[in-house]
């Protein structure tokens, strides 16, 4: 399962944006970039995911870098409801999801 | 996320006895996924079923777990003889199967084993 790295833990203020960076240098050309999160007690919820281009939705942007070793999860106005895990996932055809640790967030009002 | 139907949401079982965990996934998904976390941990990939056949089930424990989706009916999750390690949260997730698309979750199956 192909790796990535995320810091541990990040801090924002309610109402501005957050960057959440996440590491994958040996990606590999079919795999997909994925984004979860999960709240206390409940299941991980899909937030988005992309393979070349940047993608925007209703919940976030991805940024991805050109070489695609590295890509950025955009949320671009923190609210109390984003404190969450963040988990940055490499995906591999229609396998299953490989979990890291993620990025605990938290938001201050 | 809403979807992905899991039950029961909380279970507690005495050691020795046999939890059944129950997945019902999304309309129009035919590939479900078992995963654990146990507390304070971070989820880890049991078993990948396709209808009546086990894709991938190299994180599941070699003895009392089994998994199965059956043609008719929902996925179930098997533990046999709980013990008190076998406490955690169980969620189960699916998919259409095919490259590039979204995996999403349940709500999970809280289980205690006292």
């Known amino acids: 399962d192909a790796k990535t790295t995320q810091p541990n833990s990040m801090e924002s203020n309610e109402e501005e944006p957050v960057h959440l960076p996440c590491n994958h240098s040996t990606i590999s050309g079919t795999d997909y970039i994925h984004w979860y999160r999960q709240l206390p007690s409940q299941g991980p919820e899909y937030v988005i995911h992309g393979l070349t281009s940047n993608v925007n939705n209703r919940m976030a942007s991805l940024a991805i870098a050109e070489d695609r070793k590295s890509s950025t999860l955009i949320l671009h106005r923190a609210t109390l409801r984003d404190a969450a895990v963040y988990y940055c996932?490499?995906?591999?055809?229609?396998?299953?999801?490989?979990f890291g640790t993620g990025t605990r967030l938290t938001v201050i009002p | 996320n809403a979807g992905v139907m899991q039950n029961p949401r909380h279970l507690v079982r005495r050691r020795g006895q046999e939890a059944r965990l129950r997945c019902s996934p999304m309309?129009?998904?035919?590939?479900v996924y078992w995963y654990r976390q146990l507390p304070e941990e971070g989820l880890k990939f049991m078993v990948y079923l396709q209808k009546e056949n086990i894709i991938d089930e190299s994180g599941m424990p070699k003895e009392r777990f089994s998994a199965e989706f059956p043609k008719e009916g929902p996925s179930i999750l098997r533990i046999q003889q709980v013990v008190r390690g076998d406490s955690a949260a169980y969620f189960c997730?699916?998919?259409?199967?095919?490259?590039?698309?979204?995996?999403?979750f349940g709500e999970g199956s809280w289980l205690t084993v006292v």
């Open positions: 997730a699916s998919s259409q199967g095919f490259a590039g698309n979204t995996i999403y």
């Open positions: 996932i490499l995906k591999q055809g229609a396998n299953n999801l490989f």
């Open positions: 309309k129009g998904h035919s590939h």
